[in-house]
């Protein structure tokens, strides 16, 4: 009976993953693609829908990786990310290793940026980031990289709440501090 349990607690895992990463792969904005192509791919719209698809999907998988109820969420989020890539009708024939490759550099930066706590403030990181991919100019704090940091900082906030739709929130007792839920080495 714990194998039939276990199997089962695996697919309900399965199962709001791929709800989660169907969120993921929600299309960028037409408007937004539109501005991010006029001020940053020199007018190159599949690139700045591109660089917007990577940008929701890595911001997710950080999410997922910083927030999730459950360890083993990050990972299988990972994999159905990696398996959602290859039924993406977006993504032209023998081009899966080279999205997997722009998809891994940006997770990268943008889990760097987020992390980092010097310098600019974290959505002016974002911002230039995203830029910087995009092929726009982005030393400069200007209104283009604000609006980048500002759109960005709402993909991770909607990240954050498919994280929750699709795996539940944090239920504290209301009774009891969460530090004092913490075991004495600091575990739980």
Do not use: C
Not at 68 to 89: G, K, M, P, W, Y
């Amino acid at each position: 009976m714990a194998l039939l349990s276990q199997w089962r607690a695996e697919r309900d895992l399965q199962r709001k993953a791929a709800g989660y990463v169907t969120a993921l792969f929600v299309e960028p904005e037409d408007a937004d693609v539109e501005w991010l192509a006029q001020n940053a791919t020199r007018g190159d719209v599949d690139h700045a829908r591109w660089e917007l698809r990577y940008a929701r999907r890595a911001l997710g998988l950080i999410a997922a990786q910083r927030d999730a109820l459950d360890d083993r969420t990050a990972s299988i989020v990972a994999r159905e990310i990696t398996e959602a890539f290859s039924r993406d009708r977006n993504i032209a024939a023998g081009m899966l290793e080279t999205a997997h490759s722009q998809f891994n550099a940006r997770l990268s930066a943008y889990r760097d940026g987020l992390a980092s706590r010097a310098g600019a403030p974290t959505w002016i990181r974002m911002g230039q980031t995203l830029f910087a991919f995009a092929g726009g100019s982005f030393k400069l704090q200007d209104s283009n990289i604000v609006r980048a940091g500002e759109l960005l900082s709402s993909y991770l906030t909607e990240a954050n709440d498919a994280l929750r739709a699709s795996f539940g929130a944090v239920a504290l007792p209301d009774n009891i501090p969460p530090s004092a839920l913490k075991g004495p080495s600091g575990s739980r």
